[in-house]
């Protein structure tokens, strides 16, 4: 009975994705051959197409084998985080992005605890961060985190992760929160009227009226509005940058996936070749023989006309007389 394809190719992604990235590919190679020689040709092709984990990856997918909880937790607070931001709940967000901080500095601890690695490169315990980072607000990230099959680090491409916290403040009457927004710069003297925070619309407020409060809320306005545009400079750049790097890396990855595939069909082919050559030798080993038969065909057959040849002229002589 044929193995079944799906359980071949489960069992080589359990094993290539829990095992070190130095490895991958001699082991993806003995899989491949294992798969073929059992008879499961369409697993031994999707096994010879996954891809090796960059080393971030690896740890993240360690950490979700051996301490499932732990991203059990990130999950959690992942459902908690995309639900505050549906519904723009300034004061829980607060609060779950010092969670958030707190949750994201202990996994990335104990993922390269778990991966043995205890002195990362900054770039790679960067990754680390960005991935469990973006598992928080992208579901399908999520899902690839906690069944510990990453490929390569993911990033949150969304104005609250990355860079700056996402700045929420609530209005002052009963309406949502909203973003704070900088404030328009206006020529000295001639201060501009700020809306009542209090109404959707109506009639602008002097400016003798602002209270130290609203004129200090809205120096803290403009101040993370500052900070928020330099973050999300610095955080492009950033990710321009790790792009670049992902992108090599997969260059990287491609050639070596075909490599695999190329030597994998050659070693096929010389497989086949020693059979042909075999079953050759044997042919020839045949040929040999059959002729050593008509050989001997032939010299039976030569003494047997003779003998008769011998007898024919006994009875003639014999007659004669």
Known sequence: ?????????ASAVDELYGADPEKFMERRTELVKQARAAGGAAAAKQIATLRKPTRSAYAINVLART???AIGRLLDLGEQWRAAERTVDATQIRDL??????????????AFAAADEPDPSSSVRDEVVATLT???SDESVADDVERGVLVKPARWEGFGFGGPELSLVPTTGDGPATAARPARERPAGRPGARPDPGRAAGPSTPPARLSPAERRAAREAEQQAQAARAAQAEQEAAQARTAALADARRAVDESEDNLVLATDEEQARVDRVRELE??????RKAV?????????????????QDAVHR???ADANDRAH
Request: glycine share 2%; charged share 45%.
């Open 134 to 136: 973006a598992a928080l």
């Open 1 to 9: 009975m044929p193995p079944d394809s799906d359980e071949l190719l």
């Open 278 to 283: 075999e079953e050759l030798a044997g042919a």
């Open 97 to 110: 992005t010092r969670s958030r901080r707190r949750l994201i500095d202990e996994l990335t601890r104990a």
């Open 67 to 69: 301490d499932p909880a």
């Open 288 to 304: 040999d023989e059959a002729r050593r038969q008509v050989r001997r065909a032939e010299i039976a057959q030569r003494r047997a």
């Open 311 to 313: 007898l024919e002229r």
